[in-house]
């Protein structure tokens, strides 16, 4: 059995109500008619009881054994919660045609920050449920935990793929000494919003639950002298505008009315 806090690797099945909604399994996927190319399937990487995932479904991770196929079920209260009629609102088409969306039933919408399904349509209103989609089902999990991460760097890795995601991950350059960590960032990084939004989460859980004590990310870029010397001699010519590889820190330019790059 794993311990709370641990960092693990996760194959599972998720059902609700007896319909798969979620999985790790690109095969189980394609079969349910739910496959989302791009996706990266495999084994997910999570913080092991500490209120990650549904209650129902953390308190079964920490009573499995690594290796070894466990199935659970549970409840709304251990799952998604009960529905709440509460939650479900009606607004006029117009609020979504000046939106320019056209709601059908089952359609996600955002809709007042929050996010909601489309779940009846008439020509005077349009009802959204802002209830989870899982809310008042009974929830099966069959899962596998098919690591508990040890090493220092892989700790590291699988902290910062569970939070920024895992296909935005790839590049990062890890190396760790004791409970030093630096991190090279890939270059997506760099000008990402959601890397700057969950910078400081991943810096709490690589301290938490990594055993690290000091963090530095390093940024790089390339030297002008590193541009090609065709589209440097183009950027010389008369006239010609300077490609955004040209300009002196390899960044693209500040967009008008906006600052540069912060740190």
């Given at each position: ?15 609700a109500d007896g319909e798969l909604f979620d999985t790790t399994s690109e095969a189980a996927a ?85 996010a909601g399904t489309v779940v009846t349509v008439t020509p005077g209103r349009v009802r959204v449920d802002f209830n989870p989609p899982m809310a008042g089902k009974k929830v099966k999990y ?122």
């Amino acid at each position: 059995m794993v311990a709370k806090g641990s960092i693990v690797r996760v194959d599972y099945d998720a059902w609700a109500d007896g319909e798969l909604f979620d999985t790790t399994s690109e095969a189980a996927a394609k079969k349910a008619g739910m496959h989302r190319e791009g996706m990266i399937y495999g084994p997910v990487p999570l913080v092991a009881g500490v209120g990650r995932v549904v209650a129902g479904f953390d308190k079964a991770l920490l009573a499995a054994k690594v290796g070894e196929r466990a199935s659970v079920e549970f409840g709304p209260e251990e799952g998604f919660g009960e529905r709440d009629p509460a939650k479900i609102q009606t607004f006029k088409p117009s609020e979504f045609e000046k939106r320019d969306v056209h709601p059908h039933v089952g359609m996600r919408v955002r809709m007042e920050d929050r996010a909601g399904t489309v779940v009846t349509v008439t020509p005077g209103r349009v009802r959204v449920d802002f209830n989870p989609p899982m809310a008042g089902k009974k929830v099966k999990y069959e899962f596998t935990i098919t690591e508990e991460v040890a090493a220092p760097e892989e700790k590291a890795k699988a902290i910062v793929e569970a939070i920024y995601g895992m296909g935005r991950s790839a590049g990062f350059l890890l190396n760790a000494r004791g409970t030093e960590l630096e991190a090279t960032l890939p270059d997506g990084c760099k000008y990402d919003g959601r890397w700057h939004a969950t910078k400081f989460l991943i810096v709490s859980d690589l301290r938490q639950f990594g055993g690290f004590t000091k963090i530095r990310f390093v940024e790089e870029y390339l030297p002008p002298e590193a541009v090609t010397q065709e589209t440097t001699t183009r950027a010389a010519e008369p006239g010609a505008p300077v490609p955004k590889s040209a300009t002196p820190s390899g960044m693209p330019p500040a967009k008008p009315g906006h600052e540069g790059h912060k740190h």
